[in-house]
C-alpha cells in the first residue's frame, strides 16, 4: 500500500496522510505525537492486516472470494474505528476523492497481500 500511495501521491499532488498518526496518538492520550507515530502505525497496521489475511487464507479463503472478504473486513474496519475516534466523517460525507484514493489505496493493498497469501498457501 505504501508503494500505492507514494505513486498516487506523486501524481495528484496530495499530501501524505495522517490518519495512522491520528489513531495511534488518540489511543495513546498523545494529541502532540502524530507526525512522529504516523509511519510505525501506518506499518504495524500493515503488518497487523497481513496477519489478518494469513488467517483468512488458513480458513480456506482464498483468490478473489478471499480478497473481498479482506477488503471488506479491513475497510470496514478502519472506517469504523477512525469514525469512532473522531478522526473522519462516515464514508457517505466524504469527497469523491477521499472515497476514491481510500478504496483505492485498501483494495491495491487487499489484492497483492491476497495474491501473496495465495502463493504462499500453493506450497503448502
Known amino acids: 500500500m505504501t508503494v500505492g500511495q507514494y505513486i498516487e501521491g506523486s501524481l495528484t499532488g ?3 496522510s495522517t490518519v495512522p498518526g491520528q489513531v495511534a496518538a488518540r489511543l495513546l492520550s498523545r494529541p502532540d505525537d502524530v507526525e512522529s507515530l504516523s509511519t ?3 506499518w504495524a497496521h500493515g503488518v497487523a492486516m497481513g496477519s489478518l489475511r494469513g488467517a483468512l487464507s488458513r480458513t480456506g479463503l482464498r483468490g478473489i472470494k478471499g480478497s473481498v472478504a479482506f477488503f471488506a473486513i479491513m475497510w470496514t474496519g478502519d472506517v469504523v474505528l477512525y469514525r469512532v475516534l473522531g478522526i ?3 464514508p457517505w ?3 469523491r ?3 476514491v484514493t481510500d478504496l483505492g489505496h ?4 487487499a489484492l497483492v497481500t491476497s495474491a501473496s497469501y ?4 500453493q506450497r503448502d
Open 106 to 109: 485498501k483494495a491495491f493493498y
Open 14 to 16: 496530495r499530501q501524505e
Open 88 to 90: 473522519v466523517e462516515w
Open 97 to 99: 476523492a477521499e472515497l
Open 93 to 95: 460525507r466524504w469527497t
Open 118 to 121: 495465495d502463493s504462499l498457501s
Open 40 to 42: 510505525p502505525t501506518h
